[in-house]
């Protein structure tokens, strides 16, 4: 299979503690893309890195999380210290950066904080 | 601000009839949209696209018709079928956000296709 590859598929865990993501793009696809969604709401954009350079992160993106794609390929999302308010399903995407070029999907992690 | 709306969370029809999605949008800059469909415990899949130049693409059992003046968009499925029955995103990009594949998504529609 090379599709996005998201791991773990769900992850529990108590507020406070800190959490770790991992996404592996399609082989091929310079660009990566974390998004979150929530109950009754679409995809929401939270950073993108271009090869191994993170060149946006949106607001929504606060102090506690933070994102890495060491050698521009795989790459981790870290929320520290969570909040009962992180519980969502952060989802990755990759595409290579050609104009119009779509975003390909992994399954997400779904987070639940309790 | 919602700049992408799908103002109708759900949507039924019966197998073999018409199903249209619609999604509105509100920034101009949007040049680039696509439609999305996720189904439980999945990612959201590519489903067709169409670019600000078009009012039309076609792919198969799929259309997607794109009114610029209206800043209007619907999606046609002909026919339905109950494999169809998922959520829908629409999803727009601006190419002067810096990454011209970030998309802006809606809250998506619920489509269910009775057999």
């Known amino acids: 299979d090379t599709g996005v590859s998201q791991d773990p598929r769900h992850k529990i865990t108590k507020r406070g503690q800190n959490v770790t993501f991992r996404c592996d793009p399609i082989?091929?696809?310079?660009?990566l893309y974390w998004y979150r969604q929530t109950l009754g709401q679409g995809p929401e954009f939270l950073t993108y890195?271009?090869?191994?350079?993170?060149?946006?992160k949106s607001r929504l993106l606060s102090d506690r999380f933070s994102a890495e794609r060491p050698k521009g390929s795989f790459s981790t999302l870290e929320i520290q210290r969570t909040e009962q308010g992180d519980s969502a399903m952060y989802l990755c995407?990759?595409?290579?950066?050609?104009?119009?070029?779509?975003?390909?999907f992994g399954s997400g992690t779904q987070l639940s904080v309790l | 601000d919602q700049q992408v709306k799908q103002n109708s969370p759900s949507l039924s029809v019966q197998e073999g009839r018409i199903s249209i999605l619609n999604c509105d949008y509100t920034?101009?800059?949007?040049?680039?949209f696509l439609w999305y469909k996720k189904y439980p415990a999945e990612g959201p899949t590519f489903l067709i696209s169409?670019?600000?130049?078009?009012d039309k693409n076609e792919d198969g059992r799929f259309t997607v018709f794109l009114n610029k003046s209206a800043k209007h968009l619907s999606l046609h499925i002909v026919p339905s079928q109950p494999g169809d029955s998922a959520v829908y995103f629409c999803?727009?990009?601006?190419?002067?956000?810096?990454?011209?594949?970030?998309?802006?998504f809606g809250k998506g529609i619920t489509l269910s296709v009775r057999p």
């Open positions: 995407a990759s595409s290579l950066s050609r104009v119009d070029e779509k975003l390909f």
């Open positions: 082989s091929e696809h310079n660009r």
């Open positions: 890195f271009q090869n191994e350079a993170q060149l946006e």
């Open positions: 920034n101009s800059m949007f040049d680039y």
């Open positions: 169409i670019s600000s130049i078009k």
């Open positions: 999803a727009a990009s601006d190419p002067n956000t810096g990454a011209n594949s970030k998309l802006t």
